[in-house]
């Protein structure tokens, strides 16, 4: 038996202060962990009884500043961390001998502070940011990587995925508005209007509440489900504008 574990909170509201120490010490079960839009978390709980964990996401949390060790989690096959704009550095990710993905996606200090390699304050995502809060970063005085190799061939892997620029706006799109979810209420796939014009459909991404979504890719996505006759069945008369029904 497996479990998972999606803890998400509001845009604009407080959520979560802080999370117990031991969350993690007897979930042996549990392989997915989810934390997202927590901004006054700080410290995740170590991973000291999560031994078949497979897959850690961290998205929005603006106080994390560093990771909790790898070492009891040999199992773990995707690292996501989108938008952890204070994370500092990673621990030693040698232990992880099954991955298969690493995201580190900017803003984070992590991509500019010299824990790849040369520190650049000068980045964008090095800058302080007054509006959110978040003070410039400061350059590492430890060697790359901390030393630990098994952290430098990670990155090296998957480093078309790590600290690869995001827009703002593709930053800001990723958080759906009241009006945005209210639209597509109880309406998966179906056709909506965002506020500039654009024809979007209701879809789910990364977990979110239903919602409407401007992106010609996940369209083009349903589109092709339809045709070829996979995924969820489609409903003739809310998807006849992607082909369902002809």
Partial sequence: TSMKSHIE???GSQNLLELPDDLFSEMPWLTLIHFAIQQSVSVIPPLTGVPNLQA???????????????????DLQRLT????????R????????????VIIARPSHICCNGFRGSCDLSDNYCLIDPDLGIPAATCLTDEPFLGNVGTQ???EAFTSTIC???SSDSVQASVPTTEEIEMCDDRPFGQCQISDGSIGI???????????????TYIELRRFQIEKGVGQACDPVLEKWLGCGE
């Fill in 202 to 216: 209701c879809y789910n991404t990364r977990m979110q509440v239903l919602a409407c979504l401007a992106s010609d």
């Fill in 81 to 88: 961390l989108v938008y952890l704009p204070q994370l500092e």
């Fill in 164 to 166: 690869q620029k995001l």
């Fill in 9 to 11: 909170g509001k845009q």
């Fill in 90 to 101: 990673l621990p030693d990710l040698a232990p992880l001998q099954s991955l298969v993905n």
């Fill in 153 to 155: 061939e990670a990155f």
């Fill in 56 to 74: 850690l996401t961290l998205a929005w949390m603006s106080a994390v500043h560093i990771l909790p060790p790898f070492d009891n989690v040999p």
